[in-house]
């Protein structure tokens, strides 16, 4: 079983930065590709970023290429999420995802089975 337990989340102006961490438990972390999602009110729950389980290959929604970096350290069983250039339409609850035991990421969220419990972004105009 893996827990994964958002943090960094908050409220910034627009053209700032935030970064996300995503702890968790487990010690299939390091066997298992990773993403983050959003899901804004009245919107589905959308792809941001991905990362394969030894952090090798990463993939971006195009809607955030070359403002935000995903990366990961595997002995701290720790993700991130640097979000940088922020706009409003950032704005949502940000989720890690973790697959079992696979190490590509796939942008479908049913594709994850584990979760965490959110953190709420909110940026300004």
């Known amino acids: 079983q893996v827990q994964l337990v958002e943090s960094g989340g908050g409220l910034v102006q627009a053209g700032g930065s935030l970064r996300l961490s995503c702890a968790a438990s487990g010690r299939t972390f390091s066997n298992a590709a990773m993403g983050w999602f959003r899901q804004a009110p009245g919107k589905e729950r959308e792809f941001v970023a991905g990362i394969s389980s030894s952090g090798s290959l990463t993939y971006y929604a195009d809607s955030v290429k070359g403002r935000f970096t995903i990366t990961r350290d595997n002995t701290k069983n720790t993700m991130y999420l640097q979000m940088n250039s922020l706009k409003p339409e950032d704005t949502a609850v940000y989720y890690c995802?973790?697959?079992?035991?696979?190490?590509?990421?796939?942008?479908?969220?049913?594709?994850?089975?584990?979760w965490g419990q959110g953190t709420q972004v909110t940026v300004s105009s």
């Open positions: 995802a973790a697959r079992k035991n696979l190490a590509i990421v796939t942008v479908t969220p049913g594709g994850y089975n584990y």
